[in-house]
């Protein structure tokens, strides 16, 4: 069983800078390519980043690229999401996701989800 943890997200300025993190337990976490996704009220989840299991792979969506920085430290069983240049449009419910096929559309294993909200 994959087990999948969240750091608190937080409230940030407009222009500030957040960092999340999520821990896998449950399997080994290099086995697994990673990925955040998102949700704001009312909207569909959509994609974020994603990383591939050794990490040289990135990929990321057109409305956090260059904004936004996606690692993972396979010792730590941890994938970090940057998020820098904050707008108010990223706010939404973040999630991590885990799939050992790479699957970056609809991943295997989900976490719980952690509240981030940019205040204009």
């Known amino acids: 069983q994959v087990q999948l943890f969240e750091s608190a997200g937080g409230l940030v300025q407009a222009g500030g800078s957040l960092r999340l993190s999520c821990t896998v337990s449950g399997r080994t976490f290099s086995d697994y390519a990673m990925a955040w996704f998102r949700q704001a009220p009312g909207k569909e989840r959509e994609f974020v980043a994603a990383i591939s299991w050794h990490g040289s792979n990135t990929y990321y969506s057109r409305s956090v690229k260059g904004r936004f920085t996606i690692s993972r430290d396979n010792a730590e069983n941890t994938v970090y999401l940057q998020m820098d240049s904050l707008k108010p449009a990223d706010t939404a419910v973040y999630y991590c996701?885990?799939?050992?096929?790479?699957?970056?559309?609809?991943?295997?294993?989900w976490g719980q989800g952690t509240q981030v909200t940019v205040s204009s």
């Open positions: 996701a885990a799939d050992p096929n790479s699957d970056y559309v609809n991943p295997d294993y």
